[in-house]
Every structure is written in structure tokens, then in C-alpha cells.
């Protein structure tokens, strides 16, 4: 599911009146680190396939050495879907926004800045919310 235009709201049930940082006491970053670390310190770089196998490569510790072997895993990994940014514990848990540009790339925003304010008050751009963790 790639977005453009598009901003991802917090989710109503979440549960932070302020964004937070994700943390772990895990051997391995789990993938709400990875998302926010990437996100962050790359914003509009990744659309969300990119995104998603970023994440996988850092996940598995997987190092792509020649163009064959990247697409054997981009097209073994885009085989199934994977969720967007909407069923992500960023936005569920952690208080933070997701804006996709006109070209789908991605960039994130605490719930407390001016500019998740601006992207709620901006009429020109579609909204969804995170998805609720419960029903």
C-alpha cells in the first residue's frame, strides 16, 4: 500500500498525549526502531516498498551485493503484502504522524509539532488514522 498526499493521523486509541521514542532492551532492533530510525534521520528518501525492504535488510542483517540478487530478494519479499504506516506502532502507540508526498515518500511528525498541526489543518491533503489496537 503506497500513499501520496497522503497523512497518517495518529491512532484514536493512542495511548501518549506526546510523542516517544521507541526503545527496546532487545539484541535486535525491532521494527518500530528500525521505521523511526530510518524515517527520521532520512525523511522523503524512502516510499514504502523502499521502506519496507530497508527494514527487511537491516532486520535479517542482510547485505546486497549485485542487482540480480537484490531484485531475487525485493521480488521474493513484495510476493505477499506488507501494511503501511497505519498498522505501524508509530502511529498506534508512539504519537507520531506519517506524511507521503506527492511522490509517496515518507517523513514522520510528532503529534506535538506545528507541522502535524499544519498537515491536519490542510484541506489539500487526505487524512487516515493509525489503526486502532483494539476493536
Known sequence: MSYKETFITIA???PVDISEIPVSNRAKKPLRIIQYELLTENPYKFDHHELVFKVYLIKEGLEIKSEPERKEI???????????????????RYGFGAHY???????????????????????SIKKLAGMKSKR
Open 74 to 92: 525485493w521480488d521474493k519479499l513484495f510476493s505477499k503484502g506488507h501494511p503501511c504506516l497505519r498498522a505501524s506502532a508509530l502511529t498506534k
Open 101 to 123: 508526498d506527492k511522490n509517496g515518500k515518507i517523513a514522520l511528525y510528532p503529534m506535538e509539532s506545528k507541522e502535524y498541526q499544519n498537515f491536519i489543518n490542510n484541506k
Open 12 to 14: 484514536p486509541d493512542c
